[in-house]
């Protein structure tokens, strides 16, 4: 996930990424989480930092300790296999954390489709995963083709819609290639996610075109006033509604969870009620289909025609996952960093539960 | 597939479906094809022309008399399973008619999906599918939720790309609706379909911002100089690009076929050797997953909060295929336009062949 966007300034704190595993993992022990919780929501929020998407990183750990606190999330959940046909599962989440929820869900995928070829796995009682790339990436780190995919609470109208309906609906996919990073695609079927509009609004930045409605549903530049996101598409918006559909479908009718509409929002009054949310995770086995040889030919030469561009002017041609890569070379060498809203969210977690603040680079 | 675009004006000289579906057959038996391929391709091509997507219907008919003739498509090919492992399979398309060969593997992915709930299956050695959504829409007919997906030969950029790279690569899924036609979605991975930019070029009209580039790759409103396409998502367009990669990966790597940079074009000096396209379907039997009456509650409860918008002033909000299927009722009962270029080629064909033309409504 590259986004055409500015960065937020200040003082550049960073942290070794083992320190910061670690705070996070003790951070959701602290709060009662056992271990497997803790080892899979540490994986998920360091998954996304790593790579630089740190809307769906550490600065989760806050929101991950407050609803495992308050109820909402089950910080020893037992996800189980409810249902299995074939190559197909629906795994019961028992309310626990997306990530623990999600991770055990694409195991499953990834074992059916070694049996079968395909593994489709649809997801019950889930809640907020994190980055849907961090289980694609799961799949395709195992030499597999892994798709994620899931809903959540409304705040991207429909196309030529005047209120919040769908969610951001994330879709990714991830791809093995050979002797290489994986070929990661992760996607928000919104124009953009909302955290970008909190970072306009703080840079009293006007936003692009077909990004955002005001409360009438109307298309707005103005951060301040902006309050849904237009679907991906802007003109076109039909097809990133519809993308969002998809994601819709798998997640609550392969599950009988929730559609967004009826999606208890991520920060509300009620941080104690379970939300009940749905998933879907699909892997496929190349070798299923052709000689492995074949498939890791194809997947390098299509990997090397994209990035041999060209490029317009002050561009750069990329396939998806390369941005990415190359953030977490940089990061591994500098550090992650913390943004200070996260940081001081630390320290309090750090005081509350007597734990030592992650070291600074 | 809906686009805010004009239509060409002329005379609306409309033809029954009835009559429509028969000189199709009659073509392209009369050229060769056997009785499968001819029932397949004119079911494609009908199932377009019937709800309005009228780049993927009957104008492609002297496009497929043509092929047929010139030997790169095998009109009486025998598709076969050649590889099957659990729920996948490879189909190999002896190089007939993408209808012949798509249908037949959709069959493929339902059986599997209810052996198993899940089938996969990529697709060798076909050739042009038309639109996408009639294999989805196929599925969906039969209760399952379908999906097609395919590559197709350059024409759109990369995200900053210069040069043309993928094809206008689409993705349909196709989802039961009990007591209703399908929720139905069928969309090309680039901003606009190539021929909105000669329909804009013969009215004279500037093409909206950030859907196509000139020679260099420089976004152009100006029709003329306008070469490639942008992909879906404008300033976002990394998304669309991505989405492309999907349908390639699935597409070629699940193949071992050729990716989009070196597939012969569509029309060009060589009509006469195969294409070697690959293509991707995958059919899931919800009830595999839930109680059928638990996903068809929640299909209707999503459908049903789409349809209720409220939509902006001017606007209508619209569930995938609800535009197609009141095009189609309004199309059943005054016929299916033809537009003067197919008419004038369907003379041809019936001149050359001793057909009749079809019957005017």
């Given at each position: 996930?590259?986004?055409?966007?500015?960065?937020?300034?200040?003082?550049?704190?960073?942290t070794p990424e083992s320190a910061l595993a670690a705070f996070c993992h003790a951070a959701l022990s602290a709060v009662g989480a056992d271990e497997a919780t803790a080892e899979t929501g540490m994986r998920a929020m360091l998954h996304a930092s790593r790579i630089g998407v740190d809307s769906h990183g550490?600065?989760?750990?806050?929101?991950?300790?407050?609803?495992?606190?308050?109820?909402?999330?089950?910080?020893?959940?037992?996800?189980?296999?409810?249902?299995?046909?074939?190559?197909?599962?629906?795994?019961?989440?028992?309310?626990?954390?997306?990530?623990?929820?999600?991770?055990?869900?694409?195991?499953?995928?990834?074992?059916?489709?070694?049996?079968?070829?395909?593994?489709?796995?649809?997801?019950?009682?889930?809640?907020?995963?994190?980055?849907?790339?961090?289980?694609?990436?799961h799949a395709a780190e195992a030499g597999l083709i892994g798709l994620c995919t899931g809903?959540?609470?409304?705040?991207?109208?429909?196309?030529?819609?005047?209120?919040?309906?769908?969610?951001?609906?994330?879709?990714?996919?991830?791809?093995?290639?050979?002797?290489?990073?994986?070929?990661?695609?992760?996607?928000a079927t919104s124009a953009i996610p909302f955290n970008r509009v909190h970072l306009y609004r703080s840079l009293g930045m006007e936003l692009p075109p077909e990004v955002a409605s005001d409360a009438d549903g109307n298309p707005t530049t103005d951060a301040a006033t902006a309050i849904m996101l237009a679907p991906l598409g802007g003109a076109y918006g039909y097809k990133g509604a519809g993308l969002a559909g998809v994601a819709e479908i798998l997640s609550?009718?392969?599950?009988?969870?929730?559609?967004?509409?009826?999606?208890?929002?991520?920060?509300?009054?009620?941080?104690s009620t379970p939300r009940e949310l749905g998933a879907f995770v699909l892997a496929l086995e190349p070798a299923a289909f052709v000689e492995r040889s074949?498939?890791?030919?194809?997947?390098?030469?299509?990997?090397?025609?994209?990035?041999?561009?060209?490029?317009?002017?002050?561009?750069?041609?990329?396939?998806p996952g390369d941005r990415e890569w190359a953030v977490e070379e940089e990061r591994r060498r500098?550090?992650?960093?913390?943004?200070?809203?996260?940081?001081?969210?630390?320290?309090?977690?750090?005081?509350r539960f007597g734990l030592d603040m992650p070291a600074r680079c």
């Open positions: 996930m590259t986004d055409p966007t500015p960065t937020r300034q200040g003082a550049d704190i960073r550490v600065r989760l750990l806050p929101h991950y300790v407050r609803v495992i606190e308050s109820g909402r999330v089950n910080g020893r959940a037992v996800p189980t296999v409810a249902r299995n046909f074939g190559a197909t599962a629906l795994v019961d989440g028992d309310h626990g954390l997306g990530a623990r929820v999600t991770y055990f869900a694409m195991d499953k995928a990834m074992e059916l489709a070694r049996t079968h070829g395909v593994g489709a796995v649809s997801i019950r009682r889930s809640s907020h995963f994190a980055a849907a790339g961090a289980y694609a990436m809903n959540s609470d409304s705040i991207v109208r429909l196309h030529e819609g005047a209120k919040r309906f769908h969610g951001t609906n994330p879709i990714a996919v991830g791809v093995p290639v050979e002797g290489e990073r994986p070929w990661l695609f992760d996607m609550a009718a392969l599950t009988g969870m929730r559609i967004s509409v009826e999606i208890l929002p991520m920060i509300g009054e009620d941080m074949v498939f890791d030919d194809t997947i390098r030469r299509y990997v090397r025609a994209v990035r041999e561009g060209p490029a317009i002017p002050g561009g750069k041609v990329l396939a500098a550090g992650i960093p913390l943004d200070p809203e996260t940081l001081t969210a630390f320290e309090t977690i750090a005081a």
